[in-house]
Antibody
Framework: EVQLQQSGPELEKPGASVKISCKASGYSFTGYNMNWVKQSNGKSLEWIGNIDPYYGGTSYNQKFKGKATLTVDKSSSTAYMQLKSLTSEDSAVYYC?????????WGQGTLVTVSA | DIQMTQSPASLSVSVGETVTITCRASENIYSNLAWYQQKQGKSPQLLVYAATNLADGVPSRFSGSGSGTQYSLKINSLQSEDFGSYYCQHFWGTPWTFGGGTKLEIK
């Protein structure tokens, strides 16, 4: 069974950075791109970018370049997203999602709250 | 960036009714479109991919159609478990943008 297990909620101060994780199981981790999606306060969804776990190549939504950095650890089948220079606009739920034809598998989401 | 305009933004319907949600792309996306359902507090779930293909385990009362810039998700004989929010997403050139969502509520 494919599972994407994300790390727990984070509370950060403005200007800080946060790194959230997405541990994959039940499939060949390097065989599928991993995507990250932002959902602010129950609103719509924004695609942040994706990473090819085999080669490490990334593709970012221009809006999130400089804000998000995607990496993977093949040895632990874990994808990571670091968000830097946090502001209140970064408060949201962040999802990882495995790419096939559409995002068939999603993590449970990680709530990031930015507050002084 | 390709803009996805989804309508309606909200819909109040009764169990048993038929519902159609539409998504219009700002340019031709050549059927590279997916539909998702999201329940409150849960992750989105894939319903349809490549505009017309039902994802595994999705009931046959759901169907996707469309081409070019216009796409639709139809739900026949709405069930209580179908209430929630629905989103379209294109996969034609990055960034892969989502529609604004349709909130389906019980009348």
């Amino acid at each position: 069974e494919v599972q994407l297990q994300q790390s727990g909620p984070e509370l950060e101060k403005p200007g800080a950075s946060v790194k959230i994780s997405c541990k994959a199981s039940g499939y060949s981790f390097t065989g599928y791109n991993m995507n990250w999606v932002k959902q602010s306060n129950g609103k719509s969804l924004e695609w942040i970018g994706n990473i090819d776990p085999y080669y490490g190549g990334t593709s970012y939504n221009q809006k999130f370049k400089g804000k998000a950095t995607l990496t993977v650890d093949k040895s632990s089948s874990t994808a990571y997203m670091q968000l830097k220079s946090l502001t209140s606009e970064d408060s949201a739920v962040y999802y990882c999602a495995r790419e096939t034809t559409g995002f068939a598998y999603w993590g449970q989401g990680t709530l990031v709250t930015v507050s002084a | 960036d390709i803009q996805m305009t989804q309508s309606p933004a909200s819909l109040s319907v009764s169990v048993g009714e038929t519902v159609t949600i539409t998504c219009r792309a700002s340019e031709n996306i050549y059927s590279n479109l997916a539909w998702y359902q999201q329940k409150q507090g849960k992750s989105p779930q894939l319903l349809v991919y490549a505009a017309t293909n039902l994802a595994d385990g999705v009931p046959s009362r759901f169907s996707g159609s469309g081409s070019g810039t216009q796409y639709s998700l139809k739900i026949n004989s709405l069930q209580s478990e179908d209430f929630g929010s629905y989103y379209c997403q294109h996969f034609w050139g990055t960034p892969w943008t989502f529609g604004g969502g349709t909130k389906l509520e019980i009348k």
